[in-house]
């Protein structure tokens, strides 16, 4: 149980192209998903959180305007790169959880998106 | 902020060896989680520790949460090259604005060779 599907895997684009990335649980309800950021062999860098119904918030840094996150139903959460650029270029990773206590529910993540922009 | 200082960054051994991660920071977390990443997929969660002194065992890997609730570990035994990968360790923040958010580590990048 708890899987969380990450769609694309992959995707090449051209300077100045929107990229949408879409997070789904596939067998529980997520009321909250997070969007995380990762260079390669680095940690992974929270970029918001994204709760169900409401809008993101965005950790310290994060463009609001370029990374725009969309929850609209307990069970997706998209990400849209907007006018995505070479230092755009990425690997984005989301994990969800159910709401109650931490200790009892942990994130579940994704495969991840390797975003490349030309 | 909540910082979570992970060591060492890098971990090369052979098989057979020992050896230790550590996760330290000034804060308290509620629990804290190890995750393991290969390249291209997202982290595989092994552990939630929960009680301060805590201690968990997977197989050859053991998890140990401080006292305090404010470090961890993580020993594995007798490494194997299917152990090779990026080793996470993840504080969990209970309370506040803060709630259900994880406080990554740097990572370790372990490499066992043959």
């Known amino acids: 149980g708890a899987v969380v599907s990450q769609h694309p895997s992959w995707v090449i684009c051209k300077s100045g192209t929107s990229v949408k990335i879409e997070c789904r649980s596939l067998d529980f309800q997520a009321t909250t998903m997070f969007w995380y950021r990762q260079f390669p062999k680095q940690s992974l860098m929270l970029m918001a959180t994204s709760n169900e119904g409401s809008k993101a918030t965005y950790e310290q840094g994060v463009e609001k305007d370029k990374f725009l996150i969309n929850h609209a139903s307990l069970t997706l959460s998209t990400l849209t790169v907007t006018s995505a650029h070479p230092e755009d270029s990425s690997f984005y990773i989301c994990?969800?959880?159910?709401?109650?206590?931490?200790?009892?529910?942990?994130?579940?993540f994704g495969d991840g998106t390797r975003l490349s922009i030309l | 902020t909540q910082l979570l200082e992970q060591s060492p960054q890098f971990l090369s051994i052979q098989e057979g060896e020992n050896l230790t991660v550590y996760c330290n920071s000034s804060s308290v977390f509620s629990s804290l989680q190890w995750y393991r990443q290969e390249p291209g997929e997202g982290p595989v969660l092994l552990v939630t520790?929960?009680?301060?002194?805590e201690v968990k065992k997977l197989k050859r890997l053991t998890f140990q949460f401080g006292d305090a609730r404010k470090d961890s570990s993580l020993h594995i035994t007798a490494a194997q090259p299917g152990d090779t990968g990026l080793y996470l360790c993840?504080?969990?923040?209970?309370?506040?604005?803060?709630?259900?958010?994880?406080?990554f580590g740097q990572g370790t990048i372990l490499t066992v060779h043959p």
């Open positions: 520790v929960v009680t301060g002194g």
């Open positions: 994990s969800a959880r159910v709401f109650g206590t931490i200790n009892n529910q942990p994130q579940h």
């Open positions: 993840a504080g969990a923040n209970a309370g506040g604005t803060s709630y259900g958010k994880l406080t």
